[in-house]
């Protein structure tokens, strides 16, 4: 089962292979720049069966660039968009695809921001029924009678 921590870790370390410094979002003022935020939320949560879910979950990407210009801002977002909209982003064992993502400005900061949906096993407890402790075996023939030769 994925959770929102597998998804903001998985992000996180893409961002940190490409050169980006990850910064936890309690962290208000007194980073070093450039730097990015990543925030995961729930979006919606759908039944398919009784077995299986759809999940979709939001991903916030902010970034904070060194030298605050909108030319830095607009490369940023070309990378951003090469990173995850055009390759799936691994999360634990599986595979997820981006199919949006939407751009912000923020003063001088990016905002990214895209949806991850997938399907997964549901939370259901699964009935447990006792082991069986003894075997009992009782053996039946039936009789039909006989058949006999009458030539």
């Given at each position: ?39 995961v939320l729930p979006v919606s949560v759908t039944l398919e ?27 940023t977002a070309g990378k951003l968009k090469r990173l995850f ?67």
């Amino acid at each position: 089962m994925i959770t929102l921590q597998d998804i903001q870790a998985a992000v996180g370390s893409v961002l940190q292979q490409n050169g980006y410094s990850v910064i936890a979002a309690e962290v208000q003022e007194g980073f070093e720049r450039p730097a990015c935020f990543v925030e995961v939320l729930p979006v919606s949560v759908t039944l398919e069966n009784q077995f299986t879910e759809i999940v979709t979950n939001s991903v916030e990407i902010t970034y904070h660039p060194a030298i605050e210009t909108k030319e830095e801002l607009i490369e940023t977002a070309g990378k951003l968009k090469r990173l995850f909209l055009y390759t799936p982003l691994q999360v634990q064992d599986r595979f997820l695809s981006v199919n949006e993502i939407t751009f912000d400005a923020d003063k001088s900061t990016l905002i990214a921001y895209f949806e991850l949906e997938y399907l997964q096993e549901t939370e259901a407890a699964e009935e447990t029924l006792p082991k069986m402790e003894n075997l009992q075996e009782r053996v039946a023939t039936q009789s039909y009678g006989t058949s006999s030769n009458t030539d």
